[in-house]
C-alpha cells in the first residue's frame, strides 16, 4: 500500500487523465481530470474556532457516498456523483476530539493545501473543497503539515476492510445497524463493536460510519453514549449508482 501513495503523486505531474488506483475506495479505478478547480479557502468566524482543548482520542469518519450524492451532503459534487465514478464508502476525514462538546475545530489558521496533496487523495475523499475544508478544520488541530494529516487519514483508511452494506440485508429488509457493526468487526481483527459508531439521518438512512482511535492510532472502544445508531436499527441503504 505504501507504493501506490508515490504512484499517485506521479500520476498527478503528467497532463493527461488520470486513471489511479482506487486506493481505500470500493471500485477499481478512479477517474481524475487533467486540471481541477483550487479549493475553497473557508473564512471562519471566531465562533467557530475551538483551540486549546485536550485531545482524547480520534475518530476516522467513513462515509457511504450515494446516501451523500442522494442527499447533497458534505463532499457531494461532479467529482463525487457525476464523474462516471462509483464511489461507495469514501475518506470523509480524521477528526481529533475531546472528552466532550465543543470538539476542536480550526486551531489555528489553515494553509491552502498543495495541488499534488489534493489529487493524491481524491481517490479517497473525491472533492477538492473536502480536501482543503478537513485540513482547515481537523487536520490543524493536530498535525503540523497537511501532508502529515492525510498520510495519517490515509494509512487508517486503507488498512480499514469495508463491508458492502447493500449485501447484509435481510428478510426483505435493510441491513441492522448490529449487524453492520458485525460485519465491520469480522472484517478487522481487533476492531471491537465498541469501536464503531453508525450516523443516520433522522428517517434511519446510512450516512456514515465513525471508528474511535486511542492517541497511538489503534481502534478503541468509543466514549459512552458515543455509537450512535442502537444495533436494533433497520437502515436504509442508498445503493451505489449503476
Known sequence: MALLLPLLLLVACDGAVDRAPMVGADVEGCILPDSLPAPEMERVRPDE???????????????WMPETCRSGGDGQGELACDSGNRFGWTLHGLWPNADGKPYPRFC??????????????????????????EWAAHGTCGWDTPEAYFERA???????SRPDPTALAAAGEGPTAGRLREAFA????GLPREAIHIAVTPESRLREVRVCHDLAFEPAACPAGGLGAPDGVVLTVEPVAD
Open 49 to 63: 474556532v475551538v483551540a486549546g482543548r485536550t485531545i482524547r482520542y480520534h475518530l476516522l469518519a467513513v462515509t
Open 108 to 133: 489555528r489558521p489553515a494553509t491552502r493545501v498543495r495541488d499534488q496533496t489534493i489529487r493524491a487523495n481524491l481517490c479517497r475523499t473525491p472533492s477538492v473543497d473536502l480536501v482543503q475544508h
Open 154 to 160: 490515509a494509512a487508517l483508511y486503507d488498512r480499514l
Open 186 to 189: 469480522a472484517l478487522n481483527p
